[in-house]
Nanobody, 124 residues
C-alpha cells in the first residue's frame, strides 16, 4: 500500500510559479508510476502529467507542456510538479496518484492510490 500526501499549494499571482510535492509512505514507492491530476471547480478531474517508476519517461497533457515539469526522487519518496507561468485557468485542486507498474499513463482509472489534494489558486 502507498499513502500519498500533497503539499505546496496556495495562492499565487498569474505568471508566478509553484512547486507541488507529494510525499509517499511505504517501501515500494519506486515500484509505482506516478501521476498528477487536477480538478477545477465544476469540472471533471483531468490529467496533468505522469512519470515512470524510475523517472526516465514522462507524459504531459499537451496544453501544459513547457510550463509544468514532473519529477521524482525515489530515495526521498517524493513526487514533484514544478509549475511556472501560471494562469488563472490553472486554478484547481491538484492530486497525486500512484499506479502499480512502470509506465506513465493518462487514464485516472488506472491509478490505485490517491492523495487528498492540494489547492492551487492563481489570481489574475
Amino acid at each position: 500500500q502507498v499513502q500519498l500526501v500533497e503539499s505546496g499549494g496556495g495562492l499565487v499571482q498569474a505568471g508566478g510559479s509553484l512547486r507541488l510535492s507529494c510525499a509517499a509512505s511505504g517501501r515500494t514507492f519506486s515500484s509505482y508510476a506516478m501521476g498528477w491530476f487536477r480538478q477545477a471547480p465544476g469540472k471533471e478531474r483531468e490529467f496533468v502529467a505522469a512519470i515512470s517508476y524510475i523517472g526516465l519517461r514522462t507524459l504531459y497533457t499537451d496544453s501544459l507542456k513547457g510550463r509544468f515539469t514532473i519529477s521524482r526522487d525515489n530515495a526521498k519518496k517524493i513526487l514533484y510538479l514544478q509549475m511556472s507561468s501560471l494562469k488563472p485557468e490553472d486554478t484547481a485542486v491538484y492530486y497525486c496518484a500512484a499506479r502499480s507498474g512502470p509506465d506513465p499513463v493518462q487514464l485516472p482509472t488506472t491509478y490505485d492510490y490517491w492523495g487528498q489534494g492540494t489547492r492551487v489558486t492563481v489570481a489574475s
